[in-house]
């Protein structure tokens, strides 16, 4: 993790270096080419909306990587010229660059995911553009049901190692499963992405595409998960669900993206609203290339802006609020000692008892006994129908002293009844 950290900073700075000399003045970046008058970037409603054309003035996200994991990166030229500085393929049926677009449907998704986050322009400031335009990308090619010969939740598991082997700096995973739970093989990839100081970014899902709960890998503690908001900044209906994990909102509706054979699409979902983050969290590495992933995640999502219709933060719909790229570059944000959006280690040392400690061997000392004391002696066998000593002290006796007051009474209550009947006898009658 600290090597990767040193890299980046020392890429960083020799950019930096490298624009005094040239420019011959401060490391002001210079101004992107951005042509107000073309339709395509005036459609990017979100460059201004999240405020990335300010951003631009500190950094374009240079040096830093975002990981595209996804159905493949098109070969388009211009919008991804000197882009893709790597990338594999593990559905089975890919090339083993990761540029075959995979499936007949989603062929042209990760096109469009990659486009947000890091599409170059062109050089007159025409054309689409993305978050961050000077990060570089891996494009790692999976496939989704028949598209693949790999079991999915193997796919993503491979993809995500060999992401971060491969100097990911940003994982971008615009997908979901539609369950709250996932592979216990996702455990290690997902942890081996954070003990390598990867901030992982993922989309929470689109209530028009069926999904009504967020879904996994959006539930896995640690990543920052996205919802999507309209072009007002309300949360979208269709083109996004809701959550307690939602970290972050972003536009997710009225996208453009760039296809796989170069032409422009329009295409909604938090698909994209996920990208537009990766390329905000690109922007942040970039200017802050000695913060680790859990800070990046924190200046993010600290600096977002808070919504009227808001409840108690993290809010279901919008998390902590509206992303703001130039508030997050440039805002003065205390540092935290833990992601603030949860910790995954902690998560299964408790929910899959991987790391439970074994029970300690019972030490019990023997205990001593006392001896019990000695029988009584036994008694000579009497004939049942003799009495003995025992039932005349507790049978007979008690019997007799009770029996005989009552016979004694009774025999008085009679003497006294014939003694009143006598003198009735004798008594004359009127």
Known sequence: MIVRRLLRTAVAATVVAASVLLAGAAATPAPV??????????????????????????????????????????????SFDGAVVGGTDVSGTGTSDGRTPLGAIDGNHGSWVASLAAARGAPDGTGMIGVAP??????????????????????????????????????????????????????????YAFDHDVVVVVAAGNRGSGTNIIGAPATIPGVLTVGGVDQSGQASLEASTQGITIGIAAPSEGLIGVSADGTLASWSGTSGAAPIVAGIAALVRSAHPDLNAANVINRIIRTAVRVDSMGKAPDPLYGYGL?????????????????????????????RRAETEPLPEPTVEPVTVPPLPAADAPTEPGSPLLPSAESLRYGTLPLIALTVPVILIGLGVTAAARRIRSAGSRTPHS
């Open 33 to 78: 080419p951005d042509d107000p008058a073309d339709p395509v970037r005036a459609s990017e409603y979100w460059l201004d909306g999240a405020r990335i054309r300010e951003a631009w003035q500190t950094t374009r996200g240079e040096g830093v990587t975002i990981a595209v994991i996804d159905t493949g990166i098109g070969k388009v030229p211009g």
């Open 323 to 351: 992303v703001d790229a130039a508030a997050a570059v440039t805002a003065d944000v205390p540092l935290v000692d833990k992601n603030p959006m949860g910790d995954l280690a902690e998560w299964v040392r408790v929910y």
């Open 134 to 191: 000077e990060a570089n990308l891996l494009s790692i090619s999976v496939g989704f049901g028949a598209a693949a010969a790999v079991p999915f939740t193997e796919q993503v598991a491979k993809a995500m190692r060999w992401a971060v082997d491969n100097g990911a700096d940003i994982i971008n995973l615009s997908f979901t499963t539609n369950t709250l739970d996932w592979d216990r093989s996702w455990d290690d990839a997902f942890l």
